[in-house]
């Protein structure tokens, strides 16, 4: 699941998030790690622009800071960057927060990345906003060299060069694992070709097999047959028969009811899902935490 108030966008956070604060977070984490989900997740943005603040508002925390401090608190459960936009910093410097995040954490980090979608961001920061898509690519590979065993990584390319320059600690996982995420036709070539796996970015239920037969083709056609991991994003949950106001897309219903309609995505070829559940206060959302992975998670398998 994605965290709740690490960002407040008023497209998804719910009015109780608004004073919530870090040990909400790190009790959600925590019924999170104890229900047995796989990896909680923290969004990524430097800064949001005036006439973007009043959609997306401007709480947005440090996806490395966040993820480090719930790593404190937690087992078992996998921490993803859901994205990290990576181009708008040296690969060098991401590579150095993110194994350190990883050696803290014991080898949980799963580094989600994406291109961004704003324009000030990047001006701001000194970053051809235009050539976000290339510079993503060339940054993937260098991250694959800068996270790798080696501790003088090699990368020569045409936005980033570096040989000879050492970074300890190493990541604890021989290999982290890089999912791309964004569900444009050049985001999901980019996962295909060089992702370990796909975040897709809104796409409803009726679009994910078209998505999901073209990511197939694409890894296809370049000979890769490593496993790779096809993510979807659910609709919004409430496990039981809600007495509120849950919103008309929201599935709601018996553990049953619920997991049979969530059973359709694996039917598709999806091989995790990312739920996000309606809540009034964080003592409802970490019941319906326990309910999922109680009653409902079994359920699918």
Do not use: N
């Not at 925390?61 to 937690?74: I, K, R, W």
């Not at 028969?241 to 049953?256: F, I, L, N, Y």
């Amino acid at each position: 699941m994605q965290l709740p108030v690490q960002s407040l966008s008023r497209l998804f956070a719910e009015p109780w998030e608004a004073s919530a604060g870090p040990e909400d977070l790190a009790e959600i984490a925590r019924a999170a790690d104890r229900a047995g989900f796989d990896y909680l997740a923290s969004c990524d943005h430097v800064a949001i622009p005036g006439r973007l603040a009043p959609a997306m508002g401007t709480v947005w925390y440090d996806p490395v800071a966040t993820l480090s401090y719930l790593a404190a608190v937690t087992v078992r459960v996998r921490l993803l960057s859901h994205v990290a936009i990576v181009a708008l910093r040296h690969p060098l410097v991401t590579a150095k927060q993110y194994a350190t995040l990883d050696r803290l954490c014991g080898g949980r980090l799963v580094l989600g990345v994406g291109a961004g979608h704003v324009p000030e961001e990047f001006a701001a920061l000194g970053v051809d906003f235009r050539r976000r898509g290339a510079l993503l690519d060339e940054t993937i590979d260098a991250l694959r060299a800068a996270l790798g065993p080696e501790e003088f990584p090699v990368h020569h390319g045409k936005a980033y060069d570096f040989e000879g320059l050492g970074q300890r600690p190493r990541p604890a996982q021989a290999r982290i694992p890089v999912w791309v995420g964004g569900s444009s036709p050049a985001a999901v070539r980019r996962a295909a070709l060089k992702g370990d796996g796909w975040l897709p970015q809104g796409d409803p239920r009726e679009r994910m097999p078209a998505q999901i037969a073209r990511l197939t083709r694409l890894r296809a056609e370049a000979g890769l047959e490593e496993p790779f991991t096809v993510g979807a994003l659910t609709e919004p949950l409430y496990v039981g028969e809600p007495d509120w106001d849950v919103g008309r897309r929201t599935v709601s219903g018996a553990p049953e009811t619920v997991a049979d309609s969530l059973r359709a995505y694996r039917a598709m070829g999806v091989h995790q899902i990312q739920v996000r559940f309606r809540s009034r206060c964080r003592a409802e959302l970490t019941d319906q935490i326990a309910a999922f992975g109680a009653e409902v998670a079994p359920r699918l398998h």
